[in-house]
């Protein structure tokens, strides 16, 4: 996940689309759900452009794990830990609105 956040960070809204699309990672995907959502977020609460949107910042940390148990010979159990993470994106404004005095 890292290595998708490093590469999308301090892009424009668009060319993150786009980078995300062609990336060979399954968790890509996620990414761009996410980054969509931010988007639609800003325009709505926010009422910004989204061609004037950027991703100022992107993170990833890692969370809790998911414990689940395989079976293994004489009725022993094996633990299996899948790991979760934690993924934030803060997106900015290209323009910033002037107040006149």
Request: aromatic share 8%; proline share 5%.
């Amino acid at each position: 996940m890292r290595r998708i956040i490093d590469r999308i960070r301090n892009t424009s809204y668009e060319e993150s689309l786009v980078l995300l699309e062609f990336m060979p990672y399954r968790a890509s995907y996620l990414v761009s759900q996410l980054v969509v959502s931010a988007a639609a977020n800003a325009s709505t609460n926010l009422g910004l452009n989204k061609s004037n949107l950027f991703i100022s910042e992107a993170w990833t940390n890692n969370s809790t794990y998911l414990r689940r148990f395989r079976p293994r010979a004489q009725g022993r159990g094996y633990p299996i830990k899948k790991p979760i993470c934690e993924v934030t994106i803060k997106l900015s404004s290209k323009i910033v609105k002037k107040n006149k005095p």
